[in-house]
């Protein structure tokens, strides 16, 4: 049963920083494109980023671009979200997802079109305080 895990998540300051992990089991995880979404009440759930299954693409969505690193260990089944100069407007539950079947369509929708997620976490709540 493939199981995703997020955590780091917690309250901070705005400007400050935090560091999300996914830890993923149940599944050939280093095969795997992994994406990070967010949502926030009332909202669509929202692309924030996404990396492919070798670490070689990486797609960042505009609304936090240049402000977050994603990346992934496959030797430890875990996906990673750096956040940095975060903003009030940022606070959200943010998700990680796992795209199994890693069809040219990821790469053609940038990683960003919910649909191509197959599994996903229960979330992990953000709070950016002004």
């Known amino acids: 049963q493939v199981q995703l895990v997020e955590s780091g998540g917690g309250l901070v300051q705005a400007g400050g920083s935090l560091s999300l992990s996914c830890a993923v089991s149940?599944?050939?995880?280093?095969?795997?494109?992994m994406g990070w979404f967010r949502r926030t009440p009332g909202k669509e759930r929202e692309f924030v980023a996404g990396?492919?299954?070798?670490?070689?693409?990486?797609y960042y969505g505009d609304s936090m671009k240049g402000r977050l690193t994603i990346s992934r260990d496959n030797a430890k089944n875990t996906v990673y979200l750096q956040m940095n100069s975060l903003m009030p407007e940022d606070t959200a539950v943010y998700y990680c997802?796992?795209?199994?079947?890693?069809?040219?369509?990821?790469?053609?929708?940038?990683?960003?079109?919910?649909?191509?997620?197959?599994?996903w976490g229960q979330g992990t709540q953000v709070t950016v305080s002004s």
């Open positions: 990396i492919n299954w070798g670490s070689t693409m990486t």
């Open positions: 149940g599944g050939p995880f280093s095969k795997w494109n």
């Open positions: 997802a796992a795209d199994l079947e890693a069809r040219s369509t990821w790469y053609d929708r940038r990683g960003a079109f919910v649909g191509e997620y197959e599994y």
